[in-house]
């Protein structure tokens, strides 16, 4: 157990939905890291916040858009799903701002009918 | 841009035998390495890490890895595998605002 949290485990909805992700980083973490991994796409990095401000962006799209919030926890919010939204979703906190040991939760699995 | 590279997608081998899984990047900045273990069902864990110091770094369970800079490579080595390092393995790479990881080498080991 790395101390992160994620709800829920597996989410199904339809394409055009909108769905949250919740993330609860480790106690002290103050950077949230957001992840999607596919298949065809790996792991990628999305966005990642520090003590409420966001820090760093990858690869999200502009449908996708997280916040971090007072009690540090964070949310990721996808909104006119597609089939190809369709992944694992990965949060991972660290104490740190920029790129140091991450503890990852253990994702939410969105299905996209 | 940047990218990184896992030489095998998936490897078998037998208990005991050496392991070495390669990684590659292209980024001609200063960056820290990672390589992390997703064992079946359970979440990602970092392994061990390389920010700066000698290139030979020791992580848990008796994993190495060696970064040469002139290769930008960051291979990672176990002298002897146990049926509990079937996993799958990705190596990452930051820099200042991103972090990469490579697409997953998937090892099993057959007792």
């Known amino acids: 157990d790395s101390g992160v949290t994620q709800t829920p485990k597996h989410l199904i909805t339809a394409t055009g939905q909108r769905v949250t992700l919740r993330c609860s980083p480790r106690?002290?973490?103050?950077?949230v890291y957001w992840y999607q991994q596919s298949l065809d796409q790996g792991l990628q990095f999305l966005i990642q916040y520090y003590n409420g401000e966001e820090r760093a962006k990858g690869n999200i799209l502009e449908r996708f858009s997280a916040q971090q919030f007072p009690d540090l926890h964070s949310e990721l919010n996808l909104s006119s799903l597609e089939l190809g939204d369709s992944a694992l979703y990965f949060c991972?906190?660290?104490?740190?701002?920029?790129?140091?040991?991450?503890?990852f939760g253990p994702g939410t699995r969105l299905t996209v009918l | 841009a940047q990218s990184v590279s896992q030489h095998n997608h998936h490897v078998i081998l037998s208990e005991a035998a050496s392991l070495e899984l390669g990684c590659n990047y292209s980024y001609g900045g200063t960056v820290n390495l990672f390589w992390y273990v997703q064992y079946p069902g359970q979440h990602l864990q970092l392994l061990l890490k390389y920010f700066s110091g000698d290139p030979l770094v020791k992580g848990i369970k008796g994993f190495e890895a060696e970064f040469i800079k002139s290769k930008f490579s960051f291979n990672l080595r176990k002298p002897s595998v146990q049926w509990s390092d079937t996993a799958e393995y990705f190596c990452?790479?930051?820099?200042?605002?991103?972090?990469?990881f490579g697409p997953g080498t998937s090892l099993s080991v057959i007792p």
């Open positions: 990452a790479v930051t820099s200042y605002d991103k972090v990469i």
């Open positions: 991972a906190s660290s104490v740190v701002m920029g790129w140091n040991e991450q503890f």
């Open positions: 106690s002290g973490d103050l950077s």
